[in-house]
Antibody
Framework: QVQLVQSGAEVKKPGASVKVSCKAS????????IHWVRQAPGQGLEWMGW????????NYAQKFQGTVTMTRDTSINTFYMELSRLRSDDTAVYYC????????????????WGQGTLVTVSS | EIVLTQSPGTLSLSPGERATLSCRAS???????LAWYQQKPGQAPRLLIY???RRATGIPDRFSGSGSGTDFTLTISRLEPEDFAVYYC?????????FGQGTKVEIK
């Protein structure tokens, strides 16, 4: 069965960086784009960007250009999202989520989600 | 960027009642690339509807989606106890993908 398993909660100081991982299993890793979505406490969902697992190409929301880096390691079927220059308003649960269809190129809804990783930014 | 506005913010209903949730887009996106998700506390969102009206795998037929252009609706025909949750619409046709602010369906 398809699973996306994320790394554990993190506490960081303002100005630091955080790297969240998302390990995929149960499907062909390179066939489905992965998106990252975040949710601040008590708030709605915010799309951050996607990564093409085959080529490593990325597409980031303009808001996160310059602070987010999405990568993948095909040898261990794992995706990463690194957010730098953290601020208190980056405190959120970060989710990885998969395109619903193969070869969708990011233009798909998200059918499988990781369990979420809480990142807390506090001095 | 396409802004999605959901209404109402909160819907107070009893089990067995019909729920009608609205999602309005600030502009018409690519085709009907509109999805609905359900989210319960402490859980990741769950895909219910995509392509405005197609039910995702395993979703009960009491959930239905309709609409086109800029106006979309999620209908839950008869609320079951497990349906009380927050619902989000999402457009995935015009980057950046965006979500509505959510509608909470609570027990009256």
């Amino acid at each position: 069965q398809v699973q996306l398993v994320q790394s554990g909660a993190e506490v960081k100081k303002p100005g630091a960086s955080v790297k969240v991982s998302c390990k995929a299993s149960g499907y062909t890793f390179i066939d489905y784009y992965i998106h990252w979505v975040r949710q601040a406490p008590g708030q709605g969902l915010e799309w951050m960007g996607w990564i093409n697992p085959n080529t490593g190409a990325t597409n980031y929301a303009q808001k996160f250009q310059g602070t987010v880096t999405m990568t993948r390691d095909t040898s261990i079927n794992t995706f990463y999202m690194e957010l730098s220059r953290l601020r208190s308003d980056d405190t959120a649960v970060y989710y990885c989520a998969r395109d619903k269809d193969r070869y969708c190129g990011g233009d798909c809804p998200f059918d499988y989600w990781g369990q979420g990783t809480l990142v807390t930014v506090s001095s | 960027e396409i802004v999605l506005t959901q209404s109402p913010g909160t819907l107070s209903l009893s089990p067995g009642e019909r729920a009608t949730l609205s999602c309005r887009a600030s502009q018409s996106g690519s085709s009907n690339y509109l999805a609905w998700y359900q989210q319960k506390p402490g859980q990741a969102p769950r895909l219910l509807i995509y392509g405005a009206s197609r039910r995702a795998t395993g979703i009960p037929d009491r959930f239905s989606g309709s609409g086109s252009g800029t106006d979309f609706t999620l209908t839950i025909s008869r609320l079951e106890p497990e349906d009380f949750a927050v619902y989000y619409c999402q457009q995935y046709g015009s980057p950046p993908w965006t979500f509505g602010q959510g509608t909470k369906v609570e027990i009256k």
